[in-house]
């Protein structure tokens, strides 16, 4: 098309110069010439004289008092991008016709541009498409595989807490009957987090305060020695937040217990509390092996672990309750390789 636009200009010069070059032209053949230079209605041209001068135009666009502005700005534009056809009127006088090409062939030019973004934008949304429906079925399959875990665990709970009542009428040793009993809530408990996967939970106003001393407690009776646990806010304060008890204390256990990985089952974690305007922050620091920059956001991935035994979930299930269920944040807010790591969550009162 571009080629054909040629064409017609060099037609379209060829006509002036018979015309003005001319002067015993017969009506019909004058008639041919003048309807060659007629016809031409969508190829922008500039005639200059020899000199510079404008001479005439056709097809340009323009407000009469804006005339000389707007096509010495077009005639720029054609020298840029064309070589001007010469039109030689006599011996000794010429003109120099420019042109560009019309807004037809400038759309056309445009075409696959947008062909190539509707195939991009295509693939893009069809990619993000497949990765929500392969994500669904992957949260489907999870929870599904949770609620049967709690559904199979409730019916060996319920005996346990029958043969720890026949115990306690059978004057078994009270430590041990309280630590079996303990150990049964604690069943429990995690029966219920699983029920939890998939729906809902319903959000209570606790105290923060109390899910944080009852879970440290618990860790600190399943772990080791050299295992330290520092809480750096007033363990009897009252900071009011709505909460699912049973599924955050599930997030502080699994940081912590990542925490005593991370540093061999010796060192130290500390727990600090604080509140800001309308939110409460909550810092777990501990002494391990620390996380590289890169892997920062991957370790809430599900399957990312650096353990030989584990399914990676940990992670992955404390950012969904905080920041699905609770609408918060939990992210690594420092980490430092040889020296620790510190996690920090953020709710709203």
Known sequence: MAVEERNKVELWAKAIEQISGTNDLGSEYLNFLMEVTSKNTTIPIIVVNADGTLNSDANITYNEARKEEVLQKELKKMKDRVVPIKIELSENEYQLLYYRESSILRNL?????????????????????????????????????????????????????????????????????????????????????????????????????????????????????????????????????????????????????????????NGTITLKLKEKDNQVYIDISDTGVGVAKSHFKTIFQPGYSTKKRGWGLGLSLAKRIVEIYHSGKIFIKSSELGKGTTFRIVLNK
């Open 109 to 265: 030019r445009l075409y696959p541009l947008v062909q190539l973004f509707v195939i991009v934008i295509f693939i893009v949304v069809a990619y993000f498409a497949f990765n929500a429906t392969n994500q669904a079925e992957q949260n489907q399959v999870w929870v599904g595989m949770s609620k049967e875990t709690a559904h199979q665990l409730g019916t060996p709970i319920s005996s346990l807490m029958a043969w720890i009542e026949l115990l306690k009428l059978k004057n078994v040793d009270e430590n041990l009957v309280k630590e079996l009993e303990q150990d049964t809530k604690r069943l429990e408990r995690i029966t219920e987090r699983f029920s939890k996967i998939g729906s809902k939970p319903e959000l209570l106003r606790v105290n923060i305060v109390e899910v944080l001393n009852s879970s440290v407690d618990y860790l600190k009776r399943r772990s080791s020695d050299k295992v330290i646990f520092e809480t750096s806010y007033d363990e009897k304060a009252y900071v009011e937040t709505p909460l699912n008890a049973a599924l955050f204390s599930w997030v502080i256990e699994n940081i912590c217990k990542n925490a005593i990985d991370a540093m061999g089952n």
